[in-house]
């Protein structure tokens, strides 16, 4: 592919195309708050409906049985989150709908036998205070009390939603206005909700933010399909679908040529990977991995003898408003072209691939249908170049998904073009 009123740039780099003149990039701010204005949802009107059962229980019980229960909950909810991951291989098995039901079942079944076994011994000691001073000063305390557990249930619950595989429930959480407030005051519950989550979406993906996903920017105007297969008629030919035998099973992403035999596509794809080949134009090649960075989530593949033609990268990452194509392989499957705009770039607070350390990415939101098997895939711009790597798709928004910047990609896949020593891929992700 030719390079437009500049030099060629050696075999041994990453391609970059400039563009002639600087565009503004006003677009490049953070997300956006937490709290969002939309008018109370479902999710709202049961915490409503929760907080109002809680104070007249809660007044009724007292505050030693609720204490006992809570503490009881927490002893049975742990136990159930320890002894989960015991039981992933089992729950990896399912579709994500029974495998999200059972692990609720499950936490419910725990946290309720130990609330149970709670309450009985808060109930045997407020027995003893009887309906004196002491008592009526329980009941007051009581309602108090159990406001808290609301609160805290609409926290635990609100987290556990918005991390889970189910992007309609997702949605319900992550626009609530009850979940949005609590969070101004409480941490997001990250830990427990990407570990849950983690368990009941085996999709591989990574967590792109780290506690409730920012409210998508709003949409802007999408390519025409028509217009959307030419913008991405020049990387077809250079776009490839990646495979590799990890642990027990076969991941399968989406790459493309950067430079001669050099394909990037994403850490996750190959995370694991004892065997990686990439597919193009029907003919398998053996791969070795040059680069492998979990935290960036970018791999880079040698193909020796690939003779596909390099794609350009854009000279800076496009901003709001731009158009363009995706290309990506849905669910391993046949090549598939994605209409795409950029909604919005900034940098977002994540995890790595193994969900472990806590890293910043600069990344593009993109209005466009991302599905399994895109991870790795080019974003293609009207111009030719390409303006990120598609990684993950939204987890509350059906039609929005997320890539990598161009400028951090090449600034990490570029030094190591030309190399051919192989590198670890990491432990498997799932």
């Not at 039901?101 to 130990?114: E, K």
């Not at 392989?329 to 193994?354: C, E, S």
Request: proline share 7%; hydrophobic share 50%; charged share 15%.
């Amino acid at each position: 592919m030719a390079i437009s009123n500049r030099a060629r740039i050696p075999s041994s780099r990453a391609r970059v195309r400039h563009p002639e003149s600087p565009s503004p990039s006003a677009d490049a701010a953070p997300p956006r708050a937490v709290w969002d204005d939309r008018a109370v949802n479902l999710f709202d009107a049961g915490a409503i409906v929760l907080l109002v059962v809680a104070v007249v229980l809660g007044y009724r019980s007292g505050a030693l049985p609720q204490i006992g229960g809570l503490l009881g909950a927490v002893g049975g909810g742990a136990v159930a989150i320890l002894a989960l991951p015991l039981a992933e291989g089992i729950l990896n098995g399912f579709d994500p709908a029974p495998r999200a039901i059972g692990v609720v079942v499950w936490l419910l079944l725990a946290v309720g036998l130990g609330e149970a076994a709670g309450s009985a011994i808060g109930r045997a000691a407020a027995i003893q205070l009887g309906r004196g001073i002491l008592g009526n000063v329980d009941r007051v305390a009581g309602a108090f009390v159990g406001v808290g557990q609301a609160i805290l249930i609409i926290w635990l619950a609100g987290g556990l939603l918005a991390a889970g595989p189910l992007p309609r429930l997702s949605q319900q959480a992550l626009s609530s206005v009850s979940v949005r407030a609590i969070a101004r005051i409480l941490p997001p519950p990250t830990q427990i909700a990407v570990g849950l989550g983690r368990l009941l979406d085996a999709s591989g993906l990574p967590d792109v933010f780290v506690g409730l996903e920012p409210v998508p920017a709003a949409p802007v105007d999408r390519p025409t399909d028509p217009r959307a297969q030419a913008i991405a008629r020049t990387a077809e030919r250079s776009t490839v679908k990646v495979s590799a035998q990890t642990c027990g099973a076969i991941s399968s992403g989406t790459g493309f040529v950067v430079a001669r035999d050099y394909v990037v596509t994403n850490a996750h794809v190959v995370a694991g990977g004892r065997i990686v080949r990439v597919t193009i134009a029907g003919a398998a090649h053996d791969a070795s991995t040059v680069l492998f960075d979990p935290e960036l989530d970018v791999a880079l593949l040698w193909v020796p003898n690939l003779g596909a033609t390099p794609l350009d990268f854009a000279g800076q990452d496009p901003g709001r408003g731009e158009t363009g194509a995706a290309i990506g392989f849905p669910g391993g499957g046949a090549m598939a072209v994605i209409p795409a705009a950029v909604t919005g770039r900034y940098d977002a607070q994540g995890l790595d691939i193994y969900g472990q350390q806590h890293v910043v990415r600069t990344i593009l939101e993109l209005r466009a249908s991302i599905q399994r098997g895109d991870s790795g895939g080019p974003l293609v711009l009207v111009d030719g170049t390409i303006g990120g790597v598609v990684f993950a798709e939204s987890r509350s928004e059906e039609d929005v998904g997320y890539a990598l910047a161009p400028t951090p990609v090449v600034r990490r896949v570029d030094p190591a073009i030309g190399s051919r020593s192989v590198v670890s891929t990491g432990a498997c992700i799932r």
